[in-house]
């Protein structure tokens, strides 16, 4: 069974700063992984895919990397911002014995940036 | 391209009420759409997985009688909260997987609220 591990699960930074978040899944058979954000009482806003094929994805101030053989992925994000304050989720993409398909999401990690 | 909509974005009602909320994919055929549920400060959980045409597929613990799922065209899936109670009230997130990717594409969620 798929499990998915976010650290930090709280984090707080200066503005500035360039920080690290971690994911982590038990199953490395993925689809993909994706990385969200989540703004409060908000929906799902889509930062990077990685197909499982991929070692990396870089959108402006994001990269993600995907390492299947050891179950991690992490999103670098560069010079934060305070408009940066977010959830941010991972979201894996495989599949189950029961489903063709299923997206199991980690916990998320809470970003504060401050001014 | 590949746009998910929800209807309503938010909806009150009272216990003992069902409530309906759709989801569109607006520009793509979804072979599959799944509902999630979020609880406030938690991660999103898979509620079912839907195929156009057949019966949902329903996560352990969530009762199918309850939270009914009908997938009736490939741009086009309702989930009805059935006799409402106030533990139902939850953020209700719908994706929509195209023909040909495994990625999923998110609604913006719909804000249920029971009294």
């Known amino acids: 069974k798929q499990e998915v591990t976010q650290i930090p699960a709280a984090l707080s930074v200066p503005e500035g700063e360039n920080l690290v978040l971690n994911c982590s899944f038990t199953?490395?058979?993925?689809?993909?992984l994706q990385w969200f954000r989540q703004d409060p009482g908000k929906g799902l806003t889509s930062l990077l895919l990685?197909?499982?094929?991929?070692r990396e994805q870089t959108s402006g101030r994001l990269n993600a990397s995907l390492d299947k053989s050891s179950g991690r992925s992490t999103l670098y994000i560069a010079a934060s911002q305070p408009g940066d304050s977010a959830t941010y989720l991972c979201a894996v993409g495989g599949r189950t014995e029961t489903s063709y398909d299923k997206v199991i999401f980690g916990p998320g990690t809470s970003l504060s940036v401050i001014p | 391209g590949a746009v998910v909509s929800q209807h309503p974005s938010w909806v009150i009602c009272k216990s003992g009420t069902s409530v309906k909320i759709e989801c569109r994919s607006l520009?793509?055929?979804?072979?599959?759409m799944f509902w999630y549920r979020q609880f406030p400060k938690q991660s999103l959980m898979l509620m079912a997985t839907s195929n156009e045409g057949s019966k949902a597929t329903y996560e352990q613990g969530v009762e199918k009688d309850k939270f009914l799922i009908n997938h009736a065209s490939l741009t086009l899936s309702t989930l009805t909260v059935t006799s409402a109670h106030p533990e139902d009230s939850s953020f209700y997130i719908c994706?929509?997987?195209?023909?040909?990717?495994?990625?999923?594409?998110f609604g913006p969620g719909t804000r249920l609220t029971v009294t």
């Open positions: 520009d793509f055929q979804a072979t599959t």
């Open positions: 199953d490395s058979a993925i689809y993909n």
């Open positions: 994706s929509a997987r195209p023909f040909t990717t495994y990625e999923q594409y």
């Open positions: 990685i197909q499982s094929s991929q």
